[in-house]
């Protein structure tokens, strides 16, 4: 495995694997990796030759009063669990790498899909994903690139800039991978005790009470939300949103709806916890 911090390094390695024929897949993270990102990896290695992992925190996706500062940068732990799994290339640039003229003035909107959920609570947060994803992409220029599903709004916005905007490439979804107890796994369970680990679990069974629901027959959506908003309340989190939403337009269901998905957030103390379930 090499790690490389600069764009002309990377596409120096790269090029040669490209004359060799290799397929080259890309993992995008912001590092403080876990069992979750390295699932992605594995995907990755399924459908190409060359897995490109980058580490990157990127500050145009963090609100003014969220956590850029104190998210966890842990390059070393990170590149041995990247090396034990297998990728190939790690690319962890620094901020002025990937943002030489600061402030950037060329942002990338995905409209729409981004309007509700977490885009409702967090404004300006999904143009940063997009935009420095759609710069990761010109930088890495990968065949495939995978993002996990449990940011299932990030995935649909990005799989939309990809198809409007023609970047050549296939992105692939991996299933969101769970704790023991059912709680999803994020970079932020790290600033969970063991025992608020456990309790978290219960964001989780309300995702799936609220799924067990609409499969039994119920359609009053906008009452069930408000149900289970009340049971996480009841349960000490202090949910931002839980949305049943239509799967392809991320719009609110409405009854005719047949693809669904559940999006949910919800803070536990100060730490703020997303998960989605989808139903068909
Ligand atoms: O999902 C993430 O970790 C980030 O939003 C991403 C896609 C790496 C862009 O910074």
């Not at 942002?107 to 609570?121: I, M, Q, R, T």
Request: hydrophobic fraction near 40%; proline fraction near 4%.
């Amino acid at each position: 495995m090499i790690i490389v911090n600069t764009i002309k390094e990377l596409q120096t390695e790269l090029t040669s694997h490209r004359q060799d024929g290799k397929r080259i897949g890309f993992v995008p993270t912001m590092g403080n990796l876990h069992q979750g990102h390295l699932s992605l990896v594995e995907v990755a290695k399924r459908h190409s030759d060359i897995v490109v992992v980058s580490l990157f925190v990127n500050p145009t996706q963090f609100g003014p009063n969220e956590d850029f500062d104190s998210y966890p940068r842990t390059l070393d732990a990170d590149c041995d669990k990247l090396k034990n799994q297998g990728t190939d290339i790690v690319f962890a640039p620094a901020t002025d790498e990937v943002y030489p003229k600061w402030p950037n003035i060329t942002s990338v909107h995905v409209a729409k899909l981004g309007k509700n959920h977490c885009g409702a609570s967090r404004p300006g947060h999904f143009d940063g994903v997009t935009t420095v994803v759609s710069k990761l992409f010109n930088m890495v220029r990968p065949d495939c690139a995978v993002f996990g599903e449990k940011d299932f709004q990030q995935i649909s916005i990005i799989r939309r800039m990809v198809s409007d905007l023609n970047f050549p490439l296939d992105i692939i979804g991996a299933p969101i991978v769970r704790e023991a107890n059912g709680l999803a796994m994020s970079s932020r369970n790290g600033y969970l005790s063991t025992e608020e680990k456990d309790h978290a679990s219960n964001i989780y069974k309300t995702l799936l009470w609220a799924k067990s629901e609409i499969e039994n027959g119920r359609h009053d959506f906008r009452q069930l939300e408000t149900e289970a908003k009340q049971r996480l309340t009841e349960l000490g989190f202090v949910p931002d949103y839980f949305n049943i939403a239509n799967q392809e337009t991320l719009a609110l269901a409405q009854e005719q709806d047949s693809q669904l998905v559940i999006l949910l957030a919800a803070f536990m103390g100060k730490v703020r916890l997303i998960d989605n379930i989808k139903i068909k």
